[in-house]
């Protein structure tokens, strides 16, 4: 949610802070107010241009800031991950900042972090959509069609979509493959000959998993047979050498003890405990021996290991690869040899399951373009319907098909298309020249797919242009609409789209100190009345247009409450 915008010397504005609610939010105030300002401060925020003209005379620099409230998307939480930005993103508040100089150049920053403008732009079009005369729709882009067509096609739908993905995936691997085969084959011969070479090197070789190490293991045991010998010769006779060894004087102590305890059988255990320590150390001096005889010098296995050790360190260095890469390039090798030893075999099974998938692309695609002209006729004539409610009578809303190359999410381009007044020609929306009915067709489409658009703030600006009666009635009912499940910000002149409003705000310009100054304030109930109160009478308010203001306000809540 979009909860406050603050500006700072930006035109007549010279400190300003809009606090934002959720619903409808409304900005009024004469002609000339400021209200346009508050929109560029906006577009600002959207990645607009900086323009050294907007900052505030006097001033040296302008700065605008946004902050947006949970919940996010989960789309916005992977554009921050794909823009780096993952960690910058505060579970409690996000804010987008714009600053730019008479001197310098701009500054932008998300939660205080500098991002580039072109990221700036990215995460600020998930949050906000403005739909007005000057600016650029994400809601109309052709990519945003086609999912928001997808989206209003219901489960059946996404299956279809889903299958088309998969398809595609499959295609292009089946492709890809093909294509490697063909361009292997060019180069047949020379390869074929490089890779008998390479196997029969790597074959030579005689490489076993694990040889490396077990030679480092048997080299080192070689390598200490000296020390290992005098180790072990002075611990046997240290433990069996001599009458002195501790094999003697343990057998003494032991032959002692049973001689005690034949006078006090208390230490029997003891002397048993002696006995049996005995033992072991006997069979521990026995296994000294056998280790010690097993010691065996052997210069000539030395030599042998090392020059092997050498040989696969070549060849390891060679091919810049361990011992279990090298096994693994040795079955790669007559993996593909032998696939160019077959090669029209090859060749040929490979464009069989190349020719396979791309049918099975193209079925499903084509299955996916059948459901989205079946969805795009019910959507038509839901947003049709949506229209001559707002007073379009004469609107008829179309969902275009248009061929495009194929691709994972199928092999159409949808453009939404409209014929605003009985017997002209139908023409892309986004080209519709009126903004207010732009305002209209696009409220229309956010009525009917309320819920799977997400960015969760939409600000309309000039959408009474050109109407009265009627359809401002009908406006002011569908924003109340949209607002139930989105938060939507107007601006207007139309007193009935004030009275509906949940959050009024009111844009006012006066001099101070010699300048012009605009400002905003949030209006109370009894403000609101007398604001609505100016608006119904022209700016000269009598008890009759405060009586309709409080009329047209009550009336409002009643709609809210259906």
């Avoid at 600020?124 to 882009?141: K, P, T, V």
């Avoid at 275009?400 to 009985?422: H, Q, R």
Wanted: proline content about 3%; overall charge negative.
């Amino acid at each position: 949610m979009f909860a406050e915008l603050y500006i700072e010397n930006l035109a007549l504005i010279e400190k300003a802070g809009l606090v934002l609610q959720p619903g409808l939010n409304v900005l009024s105030g004469e002609t000339g107010a400021g209200k346009s300002m508050l929109l560029d401060a906006v577009s600002l925020l959207l990645g607009g241009r900086a323009e050294r003209e907007l900052i505030r005379r006097g001033a040296e620099t302008c700065r605008v800031s946004g902050r947006f409230l949970p919940p996010f998307s989960q789309t916005l939480r992977q554009k921050l991950a794909e823009l780096g930005l993952a960690d910058a993103l505060d579970d409690e508040e996000l804010v987008l900042s714009r600053e730019f100089s008479l001197a310098g150049p701009s500054v932008n920053r998300l939660n205080l972090r500098p991002v580039p403008l072109s990221a700036l732009r990215e995460v600020a079009r998930l949050l906000l959509n403005i739909h007005g005369q000057r600016e650029h729709m994400l809601l109309l882009e052709p990519a945003n069609q086609l999912h928001l067509l997808d989206s209003f096609g219901g489960a059946a739908h996404t299956a279809a979509l889903e299958k088309t993905a998969a398809a595609y995936r499959e295609w292009r691997a089946a492709a890809a493959a093909l294509q490697k085969a063909r361009q292997e084959q060019t180069d047949d011969a020379e390869r074929r000959r490089f890779l008998e070479f390479q196997i029969n090197e790597l074959e030579a070789a005689k490489l076993k998993p694990g040889e490396s190490e077990a030679l480092a293991a048997e080299a080192q045991a070689l390598a200490s047979v000296q020390r290992r010998s005098d180790h072990t010769a002075a611990a046997y006779q240290a433990v069996y050498g001599g009458q002195d060894a501790a094999l003697a004087r343990l057998d003494l102590a032991a032959r002692e003890l049973e001689r005690l305890a034949e006078l006090d059988q208390t230490v029997r255990p003891l002397a048993e405990r002696l006995q049996s320590l005995y033992y072991e150390l006997e069979d521990a001096a026995l296994e000294l021996r056998d280790y010690k005889e097993g010691i065996v010098d052997d210069p000539e296995r030395l030599e042998e290991i090392s020059a092997r050790q050498f040989e696969l360190k070549a060849l390891g260095k060679k091919y810049n690869a361990t011992e279990e890469r090298l096994l693994e390039i040795l079955a790669e090798s007559r993996a593909e040899l032998s696939r160019r030893e077959n090669r029209e075999e090859y060749l040929a099974e490979l464009a069989a399951q190349e020719k396979a998938a791309s049918d099975a692309y193209t079925e499903a695609a084509a299955a996916l373009s059948a459901r989205r002209a079946a969805t795009g006729e019910r959507l038509a004539a839901r947003i049709t319907a949506e229209l001559q409610y707002l007073q379009m009578s004469g609107a008829q809303f179309a969902v275009a098909l248009l061929p495009k190359a194929p691709a994972a999410d199928g092999a159409d381009e949808v453009c939404f298309m409209i014929c605003p007044n009985a017997g002209e020609e139908q023409k892309p929306v986004a080209k519709i020249a009126s903004g207010g009915e732009m305002s209209r067709i696009m409220l229309a489409i956010k009525v009917i797919l309320a819920g799977l658009d997400e960015v969760p703030t939409l600000i309309f600006d000039e959408i009474d242009t050109g109407l009265g009666g009627h359809a401002l009635q009908a406006v002011a009912e569908k924003l109340v609409q949209v607002a139930a499940v989105s938060q939507a910000i107007c601006v207007t002149h139309a007193p009935v789209l004030a009275a509906y409003a949940d959050n009024n705000l009111l844009v006012e310009k006066h001099e101070a100190a010699g300048r012009t100054v605009t400002e905003v304030s949030t209006l109370d109930a009894a403000a609101k009345v007398a604001e609505v109160s100016r608006m119904l009478a022209g700016g000269r308010a009598t008890d009759t247009t405060r009586r309709q203001a409080e009329e047209m306000i009550a009336a409002g809540e009643k709609l809210k409450r259906r």
